[in-house]
Every structure is written in C-alpha cells, then in structure tokens.
C-alpha cells in the first residue's frame, strides 16, 4: 500500500531540483509515491530530476512522471498530480523547497492515530537575501473531531500554509476539492475548501516545511493579483454553497473573502 503521494509540479527550478528530491529521499516514512508533474519549463529541471532519481537506491519510493498539455501552471499541475495519485494521504511539495527527514512520518502517522481528513504542522519561511528565518504556525485546535467552532477558529486564522499538510485522498475526491485555475491564490482557496469539509484533524505544533523566498520571485515582486484573488474565493464561495456549509459558515467565508481576496492585494501593491 502506498502511504502517501507526493505531488511536486516542475517548471523552471533546476537550481533547486537536486535538493528537492534528496530530501525526498531523506524522509524515515515508508511506501511512498513522488509524482512529478512536468509544466513545460525552458531549463534542465526534468532531465535533473531523473538523473537524480538514478542515484537514489530506495525501492520502498516509487516516481511516476506527468506532464500538463501546455504550460499551465502550478494549479492545473496539482490537479494532474490528484487525479494521478494512489496513495491513502496526499502531500504538495514546491520543488524550490525543501522539507525535514521526519516530516511525512509524523505527519501520516498523526493522521492515522486520529482517523484525520487533514494533517498539518508548522512551516519555516526562509529568505534566500539572508533574512532571518520565521516561523509560521497553523491555528491550534484538539486533535480528533474538527468541529464548528474549531473549524471558526481556523478560518479566520489560517495563514495559507497549503504543502504544511497532507490531505487523505479518498476525501478529496469524494469532496471533489482542486485548485481553482487561478494565476494567484488558488493554494489559499483549495485549503479554505478543505478546512470547510474535513471532519477530522491532526496537528504537530512544530516546524517541519521549508517555505523559501527568493529575490524577484513573483510573489515578491508588486504585479496586481486582485482579480484573480477575487475568482479563487469566489470559488471557495461556491463550494460552501454546494456543500451546503455556508449558512453555518457564513460570516467566516464572508472575512475570508474581504481579508484575501480585497483587502491583502491592496497590501501587497503599497508594503
């Protein structure tokens, strides 16, 4: 059985490839599936990847190659990445990152001692300009029963920290929870969806994801994001709608919404 699908979309990172995937190779859980969707970069980023993978003598993690149509982007790389998936969880690793050896174990195991749709931890912002590291934490709530005044708590606190977690497949595709094909915050969205439906969560309050910031990175650069901010939570809207959780939810999605979608590109445009 496989434990757990990593999904690691591939465009333009080979100066980050060969790390990714050591620390891939690096991780103490076992029966693992790394599915590396290729988004139609101009660099060496897959011929790295594979000659990488040749080095690499695990027989209990299994690579499996996708590719988008056309360059795409990360959203639609997830989404190839869940619908190829086999494992019982599902994790999202960005290929210029780079994750603790115990993070996965911790996280699974975690997961099956608390039957948990989600489970997360706490993630490290690195700054490639030498800015001291940070560390960003997911709302605290108990372990076990996701209920209706945890799932408040988290809405309204959550810092977006989508690869933080992994995400039991199954409930995914039964939720039928992708990532909106959005140029900006379809990874905020997608887990705004996923707090709204899981019923079960499990936590370790501790660091384990590597987020890294690099100079000129679009996220760092001032581009204007609003519209495409405001087509993702509108579709986070949608799903509470359909799901029938938004007269509980309500006023949650409602500042979601406001804070993500109006309010954070204007910050971002004047920080």
């Known amino acids: 059985m496989i434990k757990l699908s990593i999904i690691i979309p591939v465009y333009n990172v080979e100066r980050y490839m060969e790390r990714c995937l050591q620390f891939v190779d690096a991780q103490t859980l076992h029966d693992i599936e790394v599915i590396l969707v290729d988004d139609h970069g101009q660099d060496d980023s897959m011929s790295i990847a594979k000659e990488t993978i040749q080095q690499h003598t695990r027989k209990d993690i299994h690579y499996v190659f996708a590719q988008t149509l056309t360059n795409s982007g990360p959203a639609t790389a997830r989404n190839i990445g869940i619908q190829t998936a086999k494992g019982e969880y599902i994790a999202f690793l960005d290929s210029d990152d780079w994750i603790e050896p115990e993070m996965y174990e911790t996280l699974y195991s975690n997961a099956k001692k608390y039957k948990a749709d989600l489970s997360c931890c706490n993630l490290v912002q690195d700054f490639e300009d030498n800015r001291p590291s940070k560390v960003l934490k997911n709302p605290l709530v108990e372990n076990g029963d996701f209920n209706e005044a945890a799932k408040k708590h988290f809405l309204t606190t959550y810092v977006s920290c989508f690869t933080s977690f992994i995400y039991r497949r199954a409930w ?83 500042y979601v919404y406001v804070k993500k979608a109006l309010i954070v590109p204007v910050y971002e445009m004047i920080r």
């Open 172 to 254: 995914l595709l039964e939720n039928e929870i992708f990532f909106t094909k959005t140029k900006s915050a379809e990874d905020s969205s997608f887990l705004a969806c996923c707090i709204l439906a899981a019923e079960r969560i499990a936590q370790k309050n501790a660091p384990y994801y590597h987020y890294v910031i690099h100079s000129g990175s679009l996220t760092q650069r001032k581009v204007w994001k609003g519209r495409e901010k405001r087509k993702a939570f509108a579709a986070m809207i949608d799903f509470a709608k359909r799901k029938k959780l938004l007269r509980t939810y309500w006023l949650q999605v409602f």
